[in-house]
Antibody, heavy 118, light 108 residues
Framework: QVQLLQSGPEVKTPGASVKVSCQAS????????ISWVRQARGQGLEWMGW????????NYAQKFQGRIIITTDTSTRTASLEVTSLRSDDTAVYYC???????????WGQGTLVTVSS | EIVLTQSPGTLSLSPGERATLSCRAS???????LAWYQQKPGQAPRLLIY???SRATGIPDRFSGSGSGTDFTLTISRLEPEDFAVYYC?????????FGQGTKVEIK
């Protein structure tokens, strides 16, 4: 079955960077995109960006342009999200999800809590 | 950016009752690229409906989606105890994909 396994919780200070990983199994990795979505405590879902593992092409929400980098390593079937210049309002649970081209997120990782605090 | 507005914010119902959730888009969604997710506390979202009206794999038939253009509806025909959760609509018509703010279905 499709599984997306994310890395563990992180605590960072303001201004630092964080990298969250997402290892996929149970499907052909290059055939589906991976999106990153975040959710602050008690808040809704916020789409951050998407990557096509086959082409390596990315698409970022304008809000995050210049501050996030999404990559994949097809040899390890892993997608990664790096967020730079962290602020306290970046504190959230970060989810990876399998997003087919022109499709919704049909399988989700368990989420990774990133806490930004001085 | 396409804005999705969900209503109501909270729906208080009893098990066995029918739930009707609304999602309105700020512009028309081509090919009805509209999905619905269910999220329970401490869990990741779960895809229920895609393409406005197609049920995802393993989703019970008490969940149904309808609508087109800018107005969409998720209906739960008879609420089961496990259906009390937050529901989000999501458009994947263009970039960026956006989500509604959510509707909480709570036990009355």
């Amino acid at each position: 079955q499709v599984q997306l396994l994310q890395s563990g919780p992180e605590v960072k200070t303001p201004g630092a960077s964080v990298k969250v990983s997402c290892q996929a199994s149970g499907y052909t990795f290059k055939s589906y995109g991976i999106s990153w979505v975040r959710q602050a405590r008690g808040q809704g879902l916020e789409w951050m960006g998407w990557i096509n593992p086959y082409k390596g092409s990315t698409n970022y929400a304008q809000k995050f342009q210049g501050r996030i980098i999404i990559t994949t390593d097809t040899s390890t079937r892993t997608a990664s999200l790096e967020v730079t210049s962290l602020r306290s309002d970046d504190t959230a649970v970060y989810y990876c999800a399998r997003f087919p081209v022109a499709g919704p997120g049909d399988s989700w990782g368990q989420g990774t809590l990133v806490t930004v605090s001085s | 950016e396409i804005v999705l507005t969900q209503s109501p914010g909270t729906l208080s119902l009893s098990p066995g009752e029918r739930a009707t959730l609304s999602c309105r888009a700020s512009q028309s969604l081509s090919s009805n690229y509209l999905a619905w997710y269910q999220q329970k506390p401490g869990q990741a979202p779960r895809l229920l409906i895609y393409g406005a009206s197609s049920r995802a794999t393993g989703i019970p038939d008490r969940f149904s989606g309808s609508g087109s253009g800018t107005d969409f509806t998720l209906t739960i025909s008879r609420l089961e105890p496990e259906d009390f959760a937050v529901y989000y609509c999501h458009q994947y018509n263009g970039s960026p994909g956006t989500f509604g703010q959510g509707t909480k279905v709570e036990i009355k």
